[in-house]
């Protein structure tokens, strides 16, 4: 992520996005959601889906206006990151989701250098 966001200062967007990855099951999804806060170096979203820590995953983040000019102009900002966190509440249908940023996925660092 662009050097934006403090590190360590998570601020609480609720930004949607879609996740792509393997489940604790081991099968392939990829599932629209909505972030819950975010910094320089991770993000939290809620997902339907229990996916065990130290998966990698892509993440689809969308960018409203305000924060495009910061992200080249973009309005989908793709990423690979590594779960490193993951909470289910008794009774509640999502999970919450930690994740360490690695780097932008590879189709996006290519087009960006377009």
Known sequence: ???????EKRLGLHLPMEVSGSDAAGQPFTEATRTVNISGGGIC????????????????IQLPPSLQKRFGGREL???????????NFDGQPLHRIGARFLGEAEDQAHSAQR
Do not use: N, W
């Open 77 to 87: 900002y793709t990423v690979r990151a590594v779960v490193c966190r993951e909470e």
């Open 45 to 60: 979203f809620e997902s339907a889906r229990h996916i065990l820590v130290g998966t990698r995953v892509k993440l689809q």
């Open 1 to 7: 992520m662009p050097e934006t966001v403090d590190r």
